[in-house]
């Protein structure tokens, strides 16, 4: 199983961004009304220079209190991304996950982003797998064959 594959089942599948300057309350916003755990920091080119999850919120209510939600993503972000590629397997991307302790990885071609795979997106295929795998088997045994 690819990332590509991951992502097909997404399609249409909107990615969120926002730019560095924006402030962490716009973002918590953003985070809530999508139902995301983290958004994708990117410049006026549209190039990937960060991501802010919602544990990099947290952190910065934790250093600066209430002042951190009208402080500028660019002091909370991660800028050194972690990121795959479409032909990356879902067994690389665990690894990825694992190794980083990130939740969220986008996916990126020469500089352009296809999309974010987040690791409930992970765990649904890896379940959908399962099932397929376990629903041939039980046709392949009744089958009799
Ligand atoms: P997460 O587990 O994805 O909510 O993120 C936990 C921490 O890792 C936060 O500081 C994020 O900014 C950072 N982070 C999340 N995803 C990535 C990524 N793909 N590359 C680098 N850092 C990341």
């Known amino acids: 199983m690819t990332v590509a594959s991951i992502l097909g089942h997404k399609s249409g599948a909107q990615i969120f961004s926002c730019g560095p300057d924006d402030t962490v309350s716009s973002v918590t916003k953003q985070l809530t009304d999508h139902r995301i755990g983290a958004i994708l920091?990117?410049?006026?080119?549209?190039?990937?220079?960060?991501?802010?999850?919602?544990?990099?919120?947290?952190?910065?209510i934790a250093k600066r209190g209430e002042k951190a939600l009208t402080s500028?993503?660019?002091?909370?972000?991660?800028?050194?991304v972690v990121t795959c590629l479409p032909s990356d397997t879902v067994t690389m991307l665990m690894g990825l996950m694992t190794e980083n302790r990130v939740r969220h990885i986008p996916v990126v071609v020469d500089k352009e982003i296809?999309?974010?795979?987040?690791?409930?997106?992970?765990?649904?295929a890896r379940i959908a797998a399962a099932e397929r795998e376990a629903a041939e088997m039980m046709q392949y045994i009744s089958s009799g064959v």
């Open 41 to 60: 920091v990117i410049d006026d080119s549209g190039v990937l220079i960060g991501i802010i999850s919602e544990r990099d919120i947290v952190r910065l």
């Open 72 to 80: 500028s993503v660019s002091a909370a972000m991660t800028d050194n």
């Open 114 to 124: 296809e999309g974010v795979v987040s690791i409930g997106d992970v765990v649904k």
